[in-house]
């Protein structure tokens, strides 16, 4: 499938590039002309993949978050948010709804559930010790 | 001269035992931590028997939001208050509906 357009980003693993990261993405995809429903909807899943970055692939300690953005020519937006932190033992646990690893931190436990409730596809890659990559996919309706 | 608004901004009211927390802004991980600071430290020195939780003017919220009020609705159990969140808006309840959080009837 041809890109239509794509761009990439690497910031700090800071709690306050949580909201430059989704507005960064928002605003790429700004262009196909979104309902403000589709933005909602990826801001929040952004939000969740870089939050966890922050909070369980560094465990708030310093890294970089890598992010990369495409439009395929079927207006498909995909999204990889990438870190190489600890990485997760186990992928299928860590997505079952209310699991958390930092429930000290008020952390309820529901952000792939909300990944995979706001995309079409999220798709988690993960080695312990090297990082974790999540891809999420959207359909923005032409 | 009226003052500038702030994006994030949380105002406070207290009356009839009553301690209303009206966030404006957006609710992540970085936004809550700041969040509960302020809430926590105006409950426990008002020790109201109700906090709510205004919900109004939050443009955006993640699973954030959740552990935020899971968080107070705990601590209003531990100095005997109760806990309501009032005026969610409809895409926030999306994220409120996936919690357990409708079981404890404190979503209005």
Redesign the interface.
């Known amino acids: 499938m041809n890109i239509r357009n794509e761009m990439k980003l690497s910031f700090p693993s800071k709690s306050c590039n949580e909201s430059f990261a989704r507005a960064a993405v928002a605003a790429f995809v700004m262009n196909l002309d979104p309902t403000v429903e589709e933005i909602s909807d990826l801001k929040t899943a952004v939000s969740e993949a870089v939050t966890n970055c922050i909070v369980h692939g560094y465990r708030r300690g310093s890294g970089t978050i890598f992010i990369t953005a495409k439009v395929l020519e079927d207006n498909r937006v995909v999204v990889k948010i990438r870190d190489k932190g600890c990485g997760i033992e186990d992928i299928k646990q860590a997505m079952q709804p209310l699991f958390t690893t930092a429930p000290d931190e008020e952390r309820a436990g529901l952000g792939f559930a909300v990944m995979q409730s706001f995309c079409d596809a999220v798709k988690v890659s993960s080695k312990p010790q090297k990082g974790t990559t999540v891809t999420l996919e959207k359909y923005i309706a032409v | 001269m009226p003052q500038e608004r702030k994006i994030n901004m949380l105002q406070t009211d207290y009356h009839d035992n009553v301690l209303t927390a009206y966030i404006d802004g957006?609710i992540?991980?970085?936004?809550?931590?700041r969040l509960?600071i302020s809430i926590d430290g105006a409950a426990q020195s008002l020790k109201p028997g109700l906090l709510c939780l205004d919900f109004g003017a939050v443009r955006?919220?993640?699973?954030?939001g959740?552990?935020?009020v899971?968080?107070r609705y705990r601590q209003m159990k531990l100095i005997g208050g109760r806990l309501r969140v009032v005026n969610i808006p409809g895409?926030i309840y999306?994220?409120f509906a996936?919690?357990?959080l409708e079981g404890l009837g404190v979503l209005r």
């Not at chain 2, 992540?28 to 931590?33: L, M, N, R, Y």
């Open positions: 957006e992540d991980h970085d936004t809550a931590a509960r955006f919220m993640d699973s954030s959740v552990g935020l899971m968080g895409h999306r994220i996936m919690s357990g």
